[in-house]
């Protein structure tokens, strides 16, 4: 009977995937994952409706982007709860059309190490430690490294070495009432990938450069400027179109050499910059990576100090006189390990290779993305396949010249980094209202639960940034940590 079930959901999913085009590295016994084989460039006028992509960059409304990328959860995880929300797919129907629909799913199940399948379940009803915000009574993080995603593409959610059961579990809505908001009120990316199947660093590598130059997991150590390629902050700053990375307590943007470590300020500031309506054309907002109330949404943080943190800098840009001309974008790094029912896709890479476990064109698997802006229709899903290089894609159409899709030249001279840069798609395709819609319909001041007590028993260092001696002095001396206002919401 336990075959018969296997094979029917498998039998959906690849239905569900039927109209996939190119294909991505061979990968057998794919298990209970919808196959999914397009890549970045292989998306159709059908699947993206008309938007500001369509028209001059010099028209575009939007000349405010910030993104705030946080860590380690994927879609399901996060959002597999939308697909099954009646009132949200109703009113998607009522607005787009019977069509409508969304990638998302809560209910799969997974073969064991001995075999046995087992389904994905709530965190809240799962968690017998009373504290199911932190996903409390486990000890080792779901694999989501190089090699251990790729073993998890092949054999399913349970078969690393060490997976524990948290690895299938999901949150509901009402365990993440920002989220859910935000989603059922602006746009959901239901085809984003993390840009390689890697750990943090080399994914935020990849948001920030389009490359992590052959880095496939986090480095041991970490240093003041490691990281020597060029940064979408290089292009901006030479090109005189302001950008700002504002750090909390860990300033990643400095491990980076150029514009990005010199553009680093306080997240204090941009407060003051979202007030006063100062805000860069770009902006890149580091959440805390610290201590026990540290924001980023990684596992076993409280998921609450990351909405709680979500809620605090939209409210202050929401309250900016910049907001009818900006974008916010929430992407997450990497996966966390976290199960996802939808397959890898493959991009175009400078670094790819046929060889599947030295291919850095095969993504890691869905992570939460939402795009916040007056200038996205109510309640849209865009089924845009991309990574965290659609936002590098969209700021080189806006401000130097690229062409809205595709890797031509575009506007003059050499526009791109890298070959996944060239033909990344462009976040801006959500940029599909019309008119301005400037009432967010967000309760900025939400009551979340209090922060929950650290799981009893867990390593301290797990999950613990690496880095360098060297580095943790210049953080101590010349960056001190910025004011938290998140945590007074909750």
């Not at 920002?178 to 602006?186: D, I, K, P, S, T």
Request: charged residues 20%.
């Amino acid at each position: 009977m336990e075959e018969n079930i296997a094979r029917r959901k498998f039998l959906r999913n690849v239905g569900l995937a039927g109209a996939a085009g190119l294909m991505a590295p061979s990968i057998s016994g794919l298990g209970h994952l919808e196959p999914f084989t397009r890549w970045a460039g292989a998306v159709s006028n059908k699947d993206v409706e008309p938007s500001w992509l369509d028209k001059p960059p010099a028209e575009c409304p939007v000349d405010t982007v910030v993104a705030m990328v946080l860590e380690n959860r994927s879609f399901d995880h996060m959002l597999g709860w939308l697909s099954t929300d009646e009132k949200y797919m109703e009113e998607g129907k009522l607005r787009y059309g019977k069509q409508f629909k969304i990638a998302a799913s809560n209910d799969e199940e997974y073969r064991n190490q001995k075999g046995q399948l087992v389904s994905t379940f709530p965190i809240t009803a799962a968690d017998t430690d009373g504290n199911p915000d932190r996903l409390c009574g486990y000890t080792t993080n779901p694999g989501h490294g190089w090699y251990t995603g790729r073993l998890t593409a092949k054999k399913g959610f349970l078969a690393p070495p060490k997976n524990e059961l948290n690895a299938l579990a999901y949150y509901r809505a009402e365990d993440v009432s920002v989220y859910a908001e935000l989603a059922r009120r602006f746009s959901v990316s239901d085809y984003h990938f993390c840009s390689l199947m890697g750990e943090t660093m080399p994914n935020r590598q990849y948001f920030m450069s389009a490359t992590s130059n052959g880095a496939k997991d986090n480095p041991p150590v970490t240093s003041p400027g490691m990281w020597t390629q060029p940064t979408i902050f290089d292009q901006l700053t030479a090109a005189n179109i302001p950008c700002r990375s504002y750090y909390t307590d860990l300033p990643i943007s400095l491990l980076y050499a150029g514009a990005a470590a010199e553009n680093t300020v306080s997240m204090n500031r941009y407060y003051e910059d979202a007030a006063q309506g100062t805000l860069p054309a770009y902006s890149v907002l580091e959440p805390s990576f610290e201590g026990p109330n540290k924001a980023n949404a990684e596992w076993p943080g409280d998921i609450n100090c990351a909405q709680a943190m979500i809620q605090s800098v939209l409210d202050a840009l929401m309250r900016s006189p910049q907001w009818e001309r900006s974008l916010f974008v929430l992407i997450h790094d990497d996966w966390g390990g976290f199960y996802d029912h939808v397959a890898p896709a493959n991009f175009p890479d400078q670094r790819s290779s046929k060889n599947i476990n030295e291919d850095f064109g095969y993504s890691g698997f869905r992570t939460p993305a939402l795009v916040i802006s007056p200038w996205v229709k109510r309640g849209q899903v865009s089924h845009q396949v991309q990574d965290h290089v659609a936002v590098l894609r969209f700021l080189q159409w806006r401000f130097l010249g690229a062409p809205a899709q595709g890797p031509g030249r575009g506007r003059g001279s050499k526009w791109w980094l890298n070959k996944r840069n060239r033909y990344a798609s462009n976040l801006g395709a959500v940029l599909t209202a019309t008119s301005v819609d400037p009432d967010p319909e967000f309760d900025l001041r939400r009551k979340l639960p209090p922060v929950s007590p650290i799981c009893f028993g867990l390593p301290l260092n797990i999950n613990e940034p690496t880095r360098a001696p060297a580095f943790s002095d210049l953080i101590n001396r010349l960056y001190p940590k910025a004011n938290q206002p998140w945590l007074k919401l909750s």
